[in-house]
């Protein structure tokens, strides 16, 4: 059967307290999954998730941790395990842009980048992998970025493409190497309305906007829909499915 059910599948989903990660959170316990919250220093928005995953009537756990680090990823699958004794699925959403033109970088800077961005799904996947190994299968859903797509990496946020870049390469590296036992794909937002676009002014948004041939930003609901369409579907092995609103039909121009 090639349409999976959600009801009672244990997800676990990293930099789940705002924007994408909390709407995916919350759209997997309306399908009647179990969810674990993750997250770094959100403490508030963690609760809010686990209160509206409640309001479905689905169960769900807050573990809160910095999954860069790899004692906090054992944790985190550890807890899991004694809570809901499986992991179905691994979304690896944890990640923040840190902008920065390359000569306005050091190596810091770099670290810093591939550390939130994709240190977090190679630790998390590698404790996934073995869990879903042993209970004979499993799917992990990586939130890459269309800045790491080809010609989609920006110059003001480079390290961020670059770490984006490498957790497409990643994904599809490890899909081959798990499938069929365990099936690994990606989602590519294009530039979606989460709290990291408040710092932006109404200049930089309207260019965003332009850039858009659907006239306006993704809303963090529409990325969820791939999140579930991946979950669901067990014919897809290291895809990556976008969801930019043609920002890449339109890529090109730059901007300061």
Not at 144 to 160: K, L, P
Not at 172 to 198: C, E, F, S
Not at 230 to 251: E, H, Q, R
Request: overall charge positive.
């Amino acid at each position: 059967m090639s349409i999976m059910q959600l009801k009672n599948k244990v997800v676990v989903i990293t930099g789940s307290s705002s924007g994408i990660g909390q709407n995916t959170a919350i759209a997997f316990a309306k399908e009647g999954s179990k969810l674990v919250v993750n997250y770094k220093t959100n403490k508030n928005g963690a609760e809010e998730t686990l209160r509206q995953i409640k309001k479905t009537g689905s169960q769900g756990l807050i573990f809160q941790g910095d999954v860069s680090d790899e004692n906090t990823v054992k944790r985190l699958f550890k807890k899991t395990l004694e809570v809901f004794k499986k992991v179905d699925i691994l979304i690896n959403n944890a990640g923040w842009p840190t902008p920065g033109y390359l000569e306005e970088t050091n190596k810091n800077h770099w670290l810093a980048n591939f550390n939130d961005n994709f240190f977090t799904t190679v630790l998390c996947s590698k404790e996934a992998v073995t869990i879903m190994k042993k209970q004979g299968g499993g799917k992990i859903i990586n939130t890459a970025s269309i800045m790491g797509i080809d010609y989609g990496g920006r110059e003001g946020v480079i390290a961020y493409s670059a770490a984006k870049a490498a957790v497409i390469n990643f994904t599809k590296t490890l899909a081959k190497q798990v499938a069929p036992t365990i099936l690994v794909n990606a989602v590519a937002p294009g530039r979606t309305q989460t709290p990291y676009y408040d710092q932006f002014d109404k200049k930089t948004i309207k260019y965003f906007i332009d850039a858009n041939p659907i006239g306006r930003m993704i809303n963090p609901e529409e990325i969820t829909e791939a999140f579930l369409f991946i979950a669901k579907n067990d014919a897809l092995v290291g895809s990556v499915v976008t969801v930019d609103g043609g920002y890449m039909l339109k890529f090109g121009k730059s901007f300061k």
